[in-house]
């Protein structure tokens, strides 16, 4: 059964954000290498910064997912009484499968910080 790790996902996501680092910086060094002459126009500049905004978006909903999907395969005790309804689940529930639950039968999405808590506590995975 393939399972998922919060430490992997971790290590994972921290080079991910390290990669997006090293692009910003090269193409800083290629802005500051090229004053005087035509370097990279400001439009240009401006849209990687977006790109590495959007890179860094998509590599942490990655990482949340990941993180959900561990922590329900560990211990879906808390997801067997969604709804109201006691589910016949496993012990231990494969990558898949987590990821089913988690995502509907769609994609894992949220907006912000709110949307993200909202998403874990629709799940009984929060209580606050």
Known sequence: ???KSINKATVNFQKQVAET???LSSIR???KAAMGT??????????????????LYRSFEGY???????????DPS???TKGGREW????????????????KGGYFDFSGRSGL????????????
């Open 29 to 31: 060094a290629h802005d």
């Open 78 to 80: 808390e997801f067997r």
């Open 88 to 103: 016949q689940l496993p012990k231990h529930i494969n990558q898949s499968v987590c990821e089913l639950l988690i995502c």
């Open 38 to 55: 035509k370097g990279l126009r400001a439009s240009d500049i401006h849209r990687c910064y977006e790109q590495a905004i959007l890179d």
């Open 21 to 23: 680092d090293d692009f």
């Open 1 to 3: 059964m393939k399972k």
């Open 117 to 128: 808590l909202s998403e874990i506590k629709g799940m009984g995975l929060l209580h606050v």
């Open 64 to 74: 949340m997912l990941a993180c959900l999907i561990a922590c329900l395969n560990h």
